[in-house]
């Protein structure tokens, strides 16, 4: 992605909530919007500024009445921004226990280990450095047999390094979703740039379209809220002897997501923590 001018569109939510935020998130992810973000009470969205349509985002956000929440909206224009400089400037190569390792296209003559992923970040996210990524690597490198041969759902893929992972472990059919169009297809790029995209599908949507398919292992690295929501959905699309991996909340969130498993019908085996991040395996007896 080379210079270019983007629109900042900031849509304010009263009362705002994440669950809110994903509503309108969803709503505004059938435009060509490229990124979202939340930062309490707004949500921004980020467009490319021949593409920003005013008249057509009023009709979208208008759409919103009867949520039980009010919006008002506001877009700014922002400097041109060369994001692959920022990328370049900001990604530094990261080694997962010694087993794998995450870099960008522009990194060479890295040493070799047993797992490589190349990731072209674009304006998604997940390239592995926040410490929830790197718990659910972690958290697969451990579980190579439940992987091996079986079919795996990356919930909330971003830029797909749990996917690719995943296909890399030779797992047998790998699924992707995300509710951001531009992860989306950055996963599905990235997939591809990483030979592993005749077993990797990825699509633009939210948990309702797990219910196509069950999964021998689901990994979920998303937010709390999130996770409490749809647990009982991961739940009944997780095949019997399952396996999933939740991550993208605190230590002191984990009595309240053990709690909503254990009543969606699925087992606390372990967690591991970094920095006080959370991440917990579960498997359905």
């Not at 270019?4 to 849509?11: A, M």
């Not at 509503?23 to 969205?45: G, H």
């Not at 759409?63 to 900001?90: C, D, K, R, T």
């Not at 739940?235 to 969606?264: K, T």
Request: charged share 20%.
């Amino acid at each position: 992605m080379n210079s270019q001018e983007y629109i900042e569109v900031s849509v304010k939510i009263t009362p705002y909530s994440e669950e809110n935020a994903e509503i309108v998130t969803a709503e505004i992810c059938d435009l060509p919007y490229e990124s979202f973000s939340s930062e309490d009470p707004f949500l921004k969205c980020y467009i490319q500024k021949d593409l920003y349509d005013a008249q057509e985002l009023k009709v979208v956000l208008g759409g919103l009445e009867g949520y039980g929440f009010e919006i008002e909206h506001s877009a700014n224009l922002m400097p041109a921004v060369n994001w692959n400089a920022m990328w370049e400037s900001q990604f530094t190569p990261i080694i997962v226990d010694g087993k794998c390792t995450i870099k960008a296209s522009f990194h060479k003559d890295l040493k070799k280990t047993r797992y490589n992923i190349t990731i072209d970040p674009k304006m998604a996210f997940g390239t592995g450095h926040h410490q929830t990524t790197y718990m659910m690597c972690r958290a697969l490198l451990e579980n190579e047999e439940a992987v091996r041969g079986k079919v795996v759902m990356d919930m909330g893929c971003g830029t797909a390094v749990l996917a690719i992972l995943a296909a890399k472990m030779k797992a047998a059919q790998v699924y992707g979703i995300d509710i951001d169009a531009v992860a989306a297809i950055s996963a599905y790029d990235n997939a591809r740039l990483n030979r592993v995209g005749k077993v990797i599908e990825t699509y633009c949507g939210d948990a309702s379209l797990l219910q196509r398919n069950t999964y021998d292992v689901l990994l979920a690295n998303i937010n709390r809220n999130i996770l409490l929501q749809d647990i009982p959905t991961y739940s009944l699309c997780i095949r019997r002897g399952g396996l999933l991996f939740v991550s993208g909340f605190y230590l002191e969130d984990m009595p309240m997501i053990v709690g909503m498993a254990a009543n969606s019908g699925l087992e606390y085996v372990s967690h591991d923590t970094i920095d006080n991040w959370c991440c917990i395996k579960f498997r359905k007896p």
